[in-house]
DNA sequence: CGCGAGCTTGACGTTGTTCAACTAGAGTGG
DNA sequence: CCACTCTAGTTGAACAACGTCAAGCTCGCG
C-alpha cells in the first residue's frame, strides 16, 4: 500500500542540506510548491539509469547506492550517499537523462524536487547556482581520483580505499557496521565477490581491521594508509 | 628565447569555440584585456598537477593530453583535446588547484583567460554559466563511462575504445597519423606499454586496423565496436 | 527440519605485467 | 661517411594477479 508522506516544509527542515541554507525564504517556499517525499525499502530503486531525470532527489534519511549495470551483469557502483546528499548530477541542464541508477541499502525517505524548479532557483540565486557548480566540479574530481586508483592499484590497495571510504565518509567513525553486502564491497573494489572477501580476511589476520559479518573495526588506520597509498 | 604573442583578439578569433559565442561583444572585450596568448613545442608542460588554477587555457591550435602521475611512476591519461577546447574544469570555483597536468603532444598556442575575469563572466551571463554547467557536467559523465569500461572490460575492448575514440573524437576520420606513442596509447587504455602493442599487433593480423608507425586506418569498423560492447 | 541467500574456501585457468633482449631509425660527433 | 648513442617499438618467456568454478558453510526463516 503507498506511503503518501505529508512533506516537512523545507523551511523546517532539519535535514537542510547546506546548500538549501543559501536560499531565502521565498525561494523555499517556491521549491517546497514543487516538492514531495517518498520512503522506500532497503533494495528498492531510486532512479533507474537511462530513464528521464524529470526530478532531484535528496536524501533525508538512510543510504544509498549510485551504481551503474555494467558489462557481464556486473555491477559497479560509484559511490553511496547518505543525508542530505543532492542526486541529480550529470544529464541536468544536458540530455535530461539519467545516467545511473540509485538504489536504497537501508530504509530511506527522500525529497523530489522538480527540476524546473530547481533550474529557476538557479537563476534567481547565484551563491546557489555557486554551489551547485562546485558541487558537480567535485564530482568530476572524485571520478578522476576514482580512475586513477582503481585501474592503476591493485585488490589490497583498492579494498583499503573502500575501508577508509566507509569509515571516512561515510560511517564517519571507526567502528561501523556496514549497510553493504560483499558483493557491494566488491562492486566498489572493482573486484569479484570473492576477491573482496580473501582480501578482507588478510586485513583481518594481519590485524589491520576486525569484522564479523557486518561489523567493522578499523584497528590500524596507519597500516591500511599505507597499503592504500602503496596500491 | 620567449616568444610574445599578439594576441588575437577573442572578438575576431577565428577559433572561437560555441561558449565564447554566447557572450556580448563588451564581455568578450572585458575578457580580452585579461589573456594572452602562448607558444608550445611538442612535449611541453602546459598545466602541472598540483599547482595554482590561476588561468583557464584554451587550445587555440594543436593536441594537448590531459594526464595525472598515477602510483608506481605510471601515468593515465584521461583525454585528448583539440581547438577549442576549454581547460580548468575541476577545482574552478573550489580549491583552486589543478587536479591534473596538461601537456602538449604537438606544437601548440593556448589562450589563458584569467579565473576572475571567467568568474565575472559566469556571474554576468547566464547562457554562458549554463554552458559551464554543462561542460563539467558532461565531463563528470565521461569519467563515468570510463570508470566502467576501464575497470569492466578487457584489454581487447579498451584498446578498441582508444581507436575509436582517436578515430572519432580526436581526428574524426578513419584514416589518421596518431601524435601518441605506443607508450600514451597505454596510458589511454589504462594497461602497459608492451600489451598495447600486442593488442595493435592482433587486430592488425586480424585485419581491423592497418597501422604501420603512427599512421593508422581503421578498416572494419564494425568488428573494433564488437570487440569494444563485448569486452 | 529443510530451504535459500549470502558468505567462505580451495583449486585451477586466464589475463595481464614484468623483465630482458633485440631491432630500427634518428641524431651526433669525429 | 661511419661508428656511437638514444629513444621508441617489438618480441618472447616467466611470473604474479585476478577471476571463475565448484563445493561447503552459516544463519535466519518458514
Not at 506511503?3 to 517556499?29: A, D, G, V, Y
Not at 540565486?125 to 557548480?133: D, G, I, V, W
Not at 566540479?137 to 592499484?153: G, I
Request: aromatic share 10%; proline share 1%; with cysteine.
Amino acid at each position: 500500500m503507498a506511503q503518501f508522506i505529508n512533506t516537512t516544509f523545507c523551511t523546517n527542515c532539519n535535514h537542510q542540506s547546506s546548500m538549501f541554507k543559501l536560499l531565502t525564504k521565498e525561494e523555499l517556499e517556491r521549491l517546497n510548491k514543487r516538492l514531495h517525499e517518498v520512503r522506500f525499502n532497503p533494495g528498492e530503486i531510486i532512479f533507474k539509469e537511462g530513464g528521464v531525470l524529470t526530478h532531484f532527489g535528496c536524501i533525508t534519511s538512510g543510504i544509498v547506492k549510485v551504481y551503474t549495470e555494467g558489462f557481464n551483469k556486473r555491477n559497479f557502483i560509484f559511490h553511496l550517499l547518505k543525508p542530505t546528499s543532492l542526486i541529480g548530477g550529470p544529464g541536468f541542464m544536458d540530455d535530461n537523462r539519467l545516467h545511473y541508477s540509485v538504489a536504497a541499502l537501508t530504509s530511506v525517505t527522500a525529497c523530489f524536487i522538480e527540476i524546473d524548479a530547481m533550474a529557476e532557483v538557479i537563476k534567481t540565486n547565484n551563491r546557489f547556482a555557486t554551489e551547485m557548480f562546485k558541487m558537480i566540479s567535485r564530482q568530476a574530481s572524485v571520478y578522476m581520483d576514482k580512475l586513477v586508483s582503481l585501474t592503476q592499484k591493485q585488490m589490497h590497495g583498492r579494498i583499503a580505499d573502500t575501508l577508509l571510504y566507509l569509515s571516512a565518509f561515510v560511517y564517519e567513525s571507526n567502528e561501523f557496521t556496514a549497510d553493504v553486502s560483499r558483493q557491494e564491497i566488491a562492486d566498489l573494489s572493482a573486484m569479484s565477490k570473492e576477491s573482496s572477501i580473501r582480501i578482507l580476511k588478510e586485513f583481518k589476520d594481519a590485524n589491520y581491521i576486525s569484522c564479523n559479518g557486518n561489523d567493522f573495526v578499523i584497528k590500524d588506520l596507519k597500516a591500511l594508509k599505507k597499503v592504500s597509498q602503496t596500491g
